[in-house]
Structures are given as structure tokens and as C-alpha cells.
Antibody
Framework: EVQLVESGGGLVQPGGSLRLSCAASEFTFNSYEMNWVRQAPGKGLEWVSYISSSGTNMYYADSVKGRFTISRENAKKSLYLQMNSLRADDTAVYYC?????????????WGQGALVTVSS | EIVMTQSPATLSVSPGETATLSCRASQSVSSSLAWYQQKPGQAPRPLIYDASTRATDIPARFSGSGSGTEFTLTISGLLSEDFAVYYCQQYHTWPPTYTFGQGTKLEIK
């Protein structure tokens, strides 16, 4: 069964940094594009970032561009999100989500999410 | 940015009846449209992609239709487990700037 397990969430002060990880299992990780999607408390879903299967291409939502960096280690079947200069409005549950092969941009599997709280 | 607008914000329907949820895109997204179901405290669950293709293990009572800018998710014979929040999402744009609708809460009448 495909699994995506996020970790690394927690409480961080405004201006601080945090690194999220997503461990993948039971699928050929290096064949899939991956994404981060977030959801602020009581709010809707917001796409955050994309990375190609090889890790060559990365894209970001305007709201995080220049502050967040997506990366992956295919040998470790892991996806990462380095978050710097965090702000209160970055508080959210962060999900890693797999892009379906051939239907890029449709997220066919999601992790359970990691809560990031930015507060002093 | 393509803006996705869902209506209504809240829909009250009785079990056994049919729910019709709408999603409108600010510009054409062709058929690059997905629907997700989310229950409190859970991750979104994929339902429909390419506007009308059911995801794996999704029952036939869920159906999607539409193309361009107007889309519909229809849930027939509502069961108690279907009451949740539903989101549409477009994935037409490249480079990716995927956007979601604000959600429709389907509640028991």
C-alpha cells in the first residue's frame, strides 16, 4: 500500500526555520512528481510547491517563493520542504502529495499531514 | 492565476437523496479538474480526476462532469459517510500554479 508520512512539524517563532520531511514507501518514488499542499486552520487547501521526479525542476506558489525550498532524495525515497523566514500566516497543516503519472497536477495519494505553528 | 469558485458554500441534503456541487474556473482549464473529499482531521481523499474519471476504489455514486469553466460533482444516494467538505482543483496551468476552490460543506439535512 502506498504510504506518505510527513514529519518535522512543530512550533516555531516568526522569522524562524523548519524542515519538513515526507517518507514514501511502496511505490517507485523516483518515477513520480511530488508536491506540498497546505491547509491553514479552518481554511481551504493551498498548493505550495512542486518538484519533478528527477529533482531538476521546482516551482512555488507566490506566497512562499524565495522563502521555501523543495527538494528530494530519491535514494532515500524522501521529500523535503525547507521553510525559512516563517510568518504567522504560514501556520497550517502541510501535506505531501504524489502527482499521478500521466495526469500531472492531480494528487492521487496524500500523507496524513504535519502541523506547523508559527507563533511567539 | 486561475480562480476556482465553488457553490454553494454549504449544501444541506437528506441521506438517500442526490447532491449536486458546482465548481467554476475563471478561465478554461479544459478537463484538468479534480475533486477531493475531506473529513475533519483527515487528509483529502481523491475522488475524481480529468473532470469525470473516478479514482481507484471510489464508488459509482460519485460522478463528475463538465469541461472548460463549468464542472459538477454529483453524489447519488447519499450515505452518512458522504457528509464532508468537497474541494475542486485545477491542474491545467504550466508551470504549475495549481489552485483549489474554497470548498463546499455537504451537511445532513
Amino acid at each position: 500500500e502506498v504510504q506518505l508520512v510527513e514529519s518535522g512539524g512543530g512550533l516555531v517563532q516568526p522569522g524562524g526555520s523548519l524542515r519538513l520531511s515526507c517518507a514514501a514507501s511502496e511505490f517507485t518514488f523516483n518515477s513520480y512528481e511530488m508536491n506540498w499542499v497546505r491547509q491553514a486552520p479552518g481554511k481551504g487547501l493551498e498548493w505550495v510547491s512542486y518538484i519533478s521526479s528527477s529533482g531538476t525542476n521546482m516551482y512555488y506558489a507566490d506566497s512562499v517563493k524565495g522563502r521555501f525550498t523543495i527538494s528530494r532524495e530519491n535514494a532515500k525515497k524522501s521529500l523535503y520542504l525547507q521553510m525559512n523566514s516563517l510568518r504567522a500566516d504560514d501556520t497550517a497543516v502541510y501535506y505531501c502529495a504524489r502527482g499521478k503519472v500521466g495526469t500531472y497536477g492531480y494528487f492521487d495519494f496524500w500523507g496524513q499531514g504535519a502541523l506547523v505553528t508559527v507563533s511567539s | 492565476e486561475i480562480v476556482m469558485t465553488q457553490s454553494p458554500a454549504t449544501l444541506s441534503v437528506s441521506p438517500g437523496e442526490t447532491a449536486t456541487l458546482s465548481c467554476r474556473a475563471s478561465q478554461s482549464v479544459s478537463s484538468s479538474l479534480a475533486w477531493y473529499q475531506q473529513k475533519p482531521g483527515q487528509a483529502p481523499r481523491p475522488l475524481i480526476y480529468d473532470a469525470s474519471t473516478r479514482a481507484t476504489d471510489i464508488p459509482a455514486r460519485f460522478s463528475g462532469s463538465g469541461s472548460g469553466t463549468e464542472f459538477t460533482l454529483t453524489i447519488s444516494g447519499l450515505l452518512s459517510e458522504d457528509f464532508a467538505v468537497y474541494y475542486c482543483q485545477q491542474y491545467h496551468t504550466w508551470p504549475p500554479t495549481y489552485t483549489f476552490g474554497q470548498g463546499t460543506k455537504l451537511e445532513i439535512k
